[in-house]
């Protein structure tokens, strides 16, 4: 074995919880090996430490058979270790060269040589086929593209072992697939490539070794090729877990909850919904499938209140709310889990349980005589609610944000859920994160629907759409293209479908259902 990085019972501890406890494996030259487990496993701290941003409390780490003890990233650097992270460190009004040389820039100190570091810049960009133009502005390009900028910017410190921390949390399903081409361009350069991923596909798409973590210590480590998905899920959680096609139950000659009639919107005259004409029918999942930014935005703001269409109605139960404002919605039974948690479904300073009744304080179970906040009852509403919808966290005291991704979305869920909404609208629901968390988010919108509520799905992951929703409804340049019953169209269809293509609606009937 050629063995490029080893580390030996590394340990770190934060006040309370041992981040990592006693890890060790090691990682072959000119391979790409994953590290797996849930949210809050330990990856991403244990890669931290590798990079120079943590120190470990114990063990050893050895680079090419060497002892090595980083002080910053700056040691690291020296020893040709780069790491992208999951959020991006560009500075948007630079350019892409000037985003990759700050702190490095060549020529002397008192003329830099900006045209021989994008030339460099840009022979590098052939080079691994990342497509990326140098003298453009970083505030001017796609997250895929300044994915792309960061890859460039290690490469251009000549890093031999790259570090990404679920590098595709971020990105749509074809960027996806592009960005493991990337990888395995990298790796048959020679690079060595320490992968941070919890998603089954691409795991045994690129992998040649993973190692699996769960709550801090290493589960194994075994070659792709001698095991399987279900394996390695069995390893990240400790059981099984399915996230297979679901049964539904019948409901039949229900009415329709919410309706959207010849809705259109234009931003600077630019049309981006088009004529939409939706149903979502009392017990269904109601998948809509799209390429992002195709409309789904603007249509869940449509349907929420944010904005309001420039033609047609939004009914909800049987209302015109076109003109209603977003609270107004809420109270009278839609409940909605954002696509961007942070931004809008949750306060990070505040604690689990305060953000558990957030937006409902006035609530009368919340507020003595309906002014003072009752705060032993928030704090039971909180304790219920953690064990009903398994919150993992110290105490329902702690800030939101200290919570992992999959915590802090099962929050939202939970507070949505208790509003006992008629309406359920799921943006992205379980978007970055693990299997486990995964199943629970998708098995909560399948519960919605038993109860007879409506369950609106909008989601980038072709294989959620497919497993969880009843019937898709196709989004393309803001226009539902077709409505069809889930278990009449397959992924290669609907992936047809979502591009525009005719192709796939007349392969399999071209048959429109309750649209």
């Not at 990759?100 to 691994?128: C, F, H, M, N, T």
């Not at 789904?296 to 003109?323: H, M, W």
């Not at 007879?452 to 072709?462: A, H, N, P, R, T």
């Not at 077709?482 to 392969?507: C, F, I, P, Y």
Request: glycine share 10%; proline share 3%.
């Amino acid at each position: 074995m050629n063995a490029i990085i080893q580390l030996k019972d590394v340990t770190k501890r934060f006040p309370g919880v041992v981040a990592n406890d006693h890890i060790s494996f090691e990682v072959e030259k000119g391979t790409i090996h994953t590290l797996a487990g849930e949210n809050g496993a330990g990856k991403s701290t244990l890669m931290n430490i590798i990079y120079g941003l943590y120190r470990p409390d114990e063990g050893e780490i050895r680079i090419e058979g060497k002892p090595v003890q980083f002080s910053s990233s700056k040691d690291s650097i020296a020893h040709r270790i780069g790491m992208v992270h999951q959020h991006f460190m560009l500075i948007p009004k630079l350019t892409v060269a000037e985003n990759i040389v700050v702190g490095q820039e060549p020529g002397s100190a008192l003329k830099v040589d900006r045209k021989g570091a994008e030339e460099r810049i840009r022979a590098l960009s052939e080079k691994y086929g990342l497509k990326i133009d140098p003298a453009r502005k970083v505030a001017d390009l796609s997250v895929t593209e300044q994915q792309r900028v960061e890859i460039l910017k290690i490469l251009y410190r000549e890093a031999e072992i790259l570090i990404f921390d679920e590098p595709t949390a971020v990105l749509t399903p074809q960027e996806i697939d592009e960005f493991c081409e990337i990888l395995l361009g990298l790796k048959a350069a020679g690079k060595t490539i320490l992968f941070i991923s919890h998603k089954m596909a691409e795991v045994m798409r690129i992998s040649d070794r993973i190692t699996v973590i769960r709550l801090g210590k290493v589960v194994g480590t075994v070659e792709k090729d001698k095991t399987t998905a279900e394996e390695l899920t069995r390893m990240m959680v400790g059981r099984d877990v399915s996230l297979a096609r679901r049964d539904r139950r019948q409901f039949e000659n229900q009415p329709n909850l919410l309706e959207l009639r010849d809705v259109s919107y234009s931003v600077n005259g630019v049309r981006k919904l088009d004529h939409i004409n939706l149903q979502l029918r009392a017990g269904e999942v109601l998948g809509v499938a799209g390429v992002d930014g195709n409309g789904q935005e603007e249509l869940v703001r449509a349907i929420y209140g944010d904005i309001r269409p420039d033609e047609g109605q939004v009914i909800f139960k049987g209302n015109d709310v076109s003109r209603t404002g977003i609270r107004a919605r809420k109270e009278s039974g839609l409940g909605l889990v954002p696509e961007d948690r942070h931004r809008d479904g949750l306060v990070l300073e505040y604690s689990v349980a305060d953000n558990l009744v957030l937006g409902m304080h006035n609530h009368k179970e919340f507020a003595k005589g309906g002014a003072w906040l009752d705060f032993k009852k928030i704090h039971e509403n909180a304790e219920t609610m953690k064990e009903d919808f398994d919150i993992r966290c110290a105490n329902v005291d702690v800030a939101a944000g200290t919570l992992s991704g999959g915590n802090q979305q099962k929050i939202i869920i939970a507070r949505e859920a208790s509003r006992d909404p008629d309406v359920f609208v799921a943006v992205q629901p379980t978007r970055g994160l693990d299997i486990g968390a995964m199943e629970f988010v998708q098995k909560t919108l399948l519960e919605q629907r038993d109860k007879g509520k409506g369950v609106l799905l909008l989601s980038l992951e072709l294989d959620e759409i497919l497993s969880v929703s009843d019937r898709i409804a196709v989004i393309f340049k803001g226009r539902i293209v077709d409505v069809v019953d889930a278990t009449s169209v397959n992924r290669q269809q609907l992936g047809l479908m979502m591009l525009g293509s005719n192709a796939a609606r007349e392969e399999q009937g071209g048959v429109q259902i309750g649209n």
